[in-house]
């Protein structure tokens, strides 16, 4: 058994967003890597409901779906307390992947948008920290994997909340790893990179020829958070808009790259 595989055996874990896309990919991955139960959060009933029978046809009871809305505090808290009881009272891993790519113009946004977008993209991933530290800090680890995207590093125009969101979901990761380092319990932050999911469809437009598929993009993160890595970038896509973001001898090409994007996206063209 390889090391990746290793660090999932025998161990219980939380997913939000599970029952499509990346949070679904996740959660058979960490399966077939020999977890002993996962339990998978979401919003959309039906869908959880099809997916959680159909993993414990392959993983019998090893799996449980809660219905979770993230935005609301006490529905993470019990959702999260639900998770505790089927897991045995330990929670090894929290993976806070729900969100959404929230486009549009900024100036059509308002407050309320705005909440929104921090109350799915953000809050939800806090209101899960919340609930889940006094169980890891009980048992005296666990590693809390909260799933951003490239657009923290590279902000488009047009995705003025998704890019606010992720950005401040991604500094408040990283902060946390060295708060709470000392009593083991790890944080990292992961970009999915570009993966064929329904996130496109917020822009009117399809996957970029050549993405990835959400289990190529699931086995990416849990090897990257099996090596406790800080930021696990999803393709190569990813790490050169991280290396470019912060260097500025790269800042010309980045004008013209973002703005290409932005005057494509006003005609209607979801460039990326």
Same mark, same amino acid.
């Given at each position: 058994?390889?090391?990746?595989?290793?660090?999932?055996?025998?161990?219980?874990?939380?997913?939000?967003?599970?029952?499509?896309?990346? /949070?679904?990919?996740?959660?058979?991955? =960490?399966?077939?890597?020999?977890?002993?139960?996962?339990?998978?959060?979401?919003?959309?009933?039906?869908?959880?409901?099809?997916?959680?029978?159909?993993?414990?046809?392959?993983?019998?009871?090893?799996?449980?779906?809660?219905?979770?809305?993230?935005?609301?505090?006490?529905?993470?808290?019990?959702? =999260?307390?639900?998770?505790?009881?089927?897991?045995?009272?330990?929670?090894?891993?929290?993976?806070?992947?729900? /969100?959404?790519?929230?486009?549009?113009?900024?100036?059509?946004?308002?407050?309320?948008?705005?909440?929104?977008?921090?109350?799915?993209?953000?809050? /939800?991933?806090?209101?899960? =920290?919340?609930?889940?530290?006094?169980?890891?800090?009980?048992?005296?680890?666990?590693?809390?994997?909260?799933?951003?995207?490239?657009?923290?590093?590279?902000?488009?125009?047009?995705?003025?909340?998704?890019?606010?969101?992720?950005?401040?979901?991604? /500094?408040?990761?990283?902060?946390?790893?060295?708060?709470?380092?000392?009593?083991?319990?790890?944080?990292?932050?992961?970009?999915?990179?570009?993966?064929?999911?329904?996130?496109?469809?917020?822009?009117?437009?399809?996957?970029?020829?050549?993405?990835?598929?959400?289990?190529?993009?699931?086995?990416?993160?849990?090897?990257?958070?099996?090596?406790?890595?800080?930021?696990?970038?999803?393709?190569?896509?990813?790490?050169?808009?991280?290396?470019?973001?912060?260097?500025?001898?790269?800042?010309?090409?980045?004008?013209?790259?973002?703005?290409?994007?932005?005057?494509?996206?006003?005609?209607?063209?979801?460039?990326?």
């Amino acid at each position: 058994m390889c090391e990746t595989q290793n660090y999932y055996r025998n161990k219980f874990a939380v997913v939000t967003g599970a029952a499509s896309g990346v /949070g679904l990919a996740l959660t058979e991955t =960490i399966l077939s890597y020999g977890a002993e139960r996962i339990v998978l959060a979401d919003v959309n009933e039906a869908n959880l409901a099809g997916e959680v029978a159909r993993l414990n046809s392959a993983h019998s009871g090893q799996a449980l779906g809660v219905r979770c809305d993230v935005t609301n505090e006490e529905e993470v808290k019990g959702m =999260i307390e639900q998770a505790a009881e089927f897991c045995v009272g330990r929670i090894d891993f929290l993976f806070n992947n729900a /969100g959404a790519g929230f486009a549009g113009k900024f100036e059509e946004q308002g407050n309320g948008d705005w909440g929104k977008a921090f109350a799915l993209n953000f809050y /939800g991933a806090v209101y899960g =920290i919340r609930a889940v530290l006094p169980i890891m800090r009980a048992q005296g680890s666990g590693h809390i994997v909260n799933v951003i995207s490239g657009i923290a590093f590279y902000p488009m125009a047009y995705q003025t909340m998704y890019s606010a969101t992720k950005a401040a979901l991604n /500094g408040l990761t990283l902060a946390l790893r060295y708060e709470y380092w000392d009593e083991n319990i790890r944080f990292t932050s992961a970009t999915p990179g570009t993966v064929a999911t329904a996130i496109w469809s917020v822009g009117g437009g399809d996957a970029p020829k050549g993405a990835q598929s959400p289990q190529q993009s699931a086995r990416t993160i849990l090897s990257g958070v099996s090596k406790n890595e800080r930021l696990v970038l999803g393709d190569d896509t990813d790490a050169s808009g991280v290396r470019s973001r912060f260097n500025p001898d790269a800042a010309k090409y980045a004008d013209e790259y973002l703005l290409n994007v932005a005057r494509k996206r006003r005609k209607g063209e979801w460039a990326v």
